[in-house]
């Protein structure tokens, strides 16, 4: 069974800081990956889809990297913002279902 | 640019009644699909629907659940005789053909 794993928990930057947010996953026969932003009491905002077959996706000051051979993907965040405060949610598509992970809360100090 | 929305955003059952859930896909879409967070744990899959009926399910999805598109804009989930368990905010998708999955902003149930 997939098993997508998130890391750190929790996180707390100065404003202004750039951060790297790690999600690794078991099973490398998936689509596709999708990191979402959650707010509270919100629902899901997706933030960057990379296929398969792709490397790196790009939005803005995001930018995520998917190596699906060792089972690993990031997410870049440039230039932090408070308004960047949230929890960050990674999931892999297996053709079936989603199998999330268990989030990163991230907090952006001003 | 057309949401995902679902009614109602908060609901308060007494354990052993039926609730249902309700949602309005986006209108092109094509593939529908339910979620629950029980709070402080991860997001979960219970099933996706398309062409009127179950594509995928859950092992959580089981005869206490079903989903229905009673029209042609309404997507819903019914749970029976619900458990203190069963308190979760449910989330409802929906996509199009090699599309990202759009979701809504949820239904907090809270069984007494």
């Known amino acids: 069974k997939q098993e997508v794993t998130q890391i750190p928990a929790a996180l707390s930057v100065p404003e202004g800081e750039n951060l790297v947010l790690n999600c690794s996953f078991t099973?490398?026969?998936?689509?596709?990956l999708q990191w979402f932003r959650q707010d509270p009491g919100k629902g899901l905002t997706s933030l960057l889809l990379?296929?398969?077959?792709?490397r790196e996706q790009t939005s803005g000051r995001l930018n995520a990297s998917l190596d699906k051979s060792s089972g690993r993907s990031t997410l870049y965040i440039a230039a932090s913002q408070p308004g960047d405060s949230a929890t960050y949610l990674c999931a892999v598509w297996t053709g079936n279902q989603f199998y999330f992970g268990t989030g990163t809360s991230l907090t952006v100090i001003p | 640019e057309p949401e995902v929305t679902q009614t109602p955003s908060h609901q308060v059952t007494q354990m052993g009644q039926e609730v249902i859930l309700r949602c309005v896909p986006i209108?092109?879409?094509?593939?529908f699909y339910w979620y629950r967070q029980i709070l402080g744990q991860k997001v979960e899959f219970l099933v996706s629907f398309y062409n009127n009926e179950i594509s995928e399910k859950s092992e959580i999805f089981d005869d206490q659940f079903s989903v229905e598109r009673p029209d042609g804009s309404n997507f819903t989930l019914k749970i029976r005789s619900t458990k203190l368990e069963d308190s979760a905010m449910y989330f409802c998708?929906?996509?199009?053909?090699?599309?990202?999955?759009?979701f809504g902003d949820g239904t907090r149930l809270s069984i007494l």
């Open positions: 990379i296929q398969s077959s792709q």
């Open positions: 998708a929906s996509r199009g053909d090699s599309k990202p999955q759009h």
């Open positions: 099973d490398s026969a998936i689509y596709n």
């Open positions: 209108s092109n879409h094509l593939y």
